[in-house]
Structures are given as C-alpha cells and as structure tokens.
C-alpha cells in the first residue's frame, strides 16, 4: 500500500500564491507518478497536473496552465503544486494522487490523499 498525506492548503486572496505538499509512504520503491487533482463543491473531481516519476515529464490542465507548476523531490518522497496568481475559481479540495502509468483520468490512479481545502477570496 502506498499513503499520501497532503498539506498547504489554506485561505488566500486572489492574486496570491499557496504551495501544496504531498508525502508518500508505503511502497515508494515503485516508480509511481504523480497527480494533482480538484473537486469543487457539485463538481466532479477534475486533473489539474502531472509528472512522471523522474519529473522530466508534466502536463497541466488548460485552466491552470502558466498559473500553476508540479514538481517532485524524490529523496524526500515528496511532490508540490506551486499555485500562482490564484483565482476565486479555483477553490476547491485539492488531492494528490499516484499511479503506475501517467496519465489524466482520475480512474487511471491507484491511491489518493485526503484532500486538502483551498480557498481563494476576491
């Protein structure tokens, strides 16, 4: 089994910048990539961004793209999501999540964090 344990989430004003966490334990040992994923309230849970397991390789989602940036510290066993000039759309509970293959279906992912809020005022 592999644990994600999220953090960072929090309030901020739009314009703002909030940095996510997310720690793996478990089966680290295998070559996991990672997810970002977000669900607003009567909303289905939508990709946000990816990367593979050597963080040579990321995709975004068009609405956060140039906004937001995905990276990953593997000795740490750690990957983040920068979150820049955030808007009020973009409040919702953020997962962390980990899958053999990328890819950008949230079914395509084995394991998932608890989630984390993130809220954006204006």
């Known amino acids: 089994q592999v644990q994600l344990v999220e953090s960072g989430g929090g309030l901020v004003q739009a314009g703002g910048s909030l940095r996510l966490s997310c720690v793996a334990s478990?089966?680290?040992?295998?070559?996991?990539?990672m997810g970002w994923f977000r669900q607003a309230p009567g909303k289905e849970r939508k990709f946000v961004a990816n990367?593979?397991?050597?963080?040579?390789?990321?995709a975004y989602a068009d609405s956060v793209k140039g906004r937001f940036t995905i990276s990953r510290q593997n000795a740490k066993n750690t990957v983040y999501l920068q979150m820049n000039s955030l808007k009020p759309e973009d409040t919702a509970v953020y997962y962390c999540?980990?899958?053999?293959?990328?890819?950008?279906?949230?079914?395509?992912?084995?394991?998932w964090g608890q989630g984390t809020q993130v809220t954006v005022s204006s």
């Open positions: 999540a980990a899958a053999e293959v990328i890819a950008t279906d949230v079914n395509a992912y084995d394991y």
């Open positions: 478990g089966r680290t040992y295998r070559s996991y990539a």
């Open positions: 990367i593979n397991w050597t963080g040579t390789r990321t």
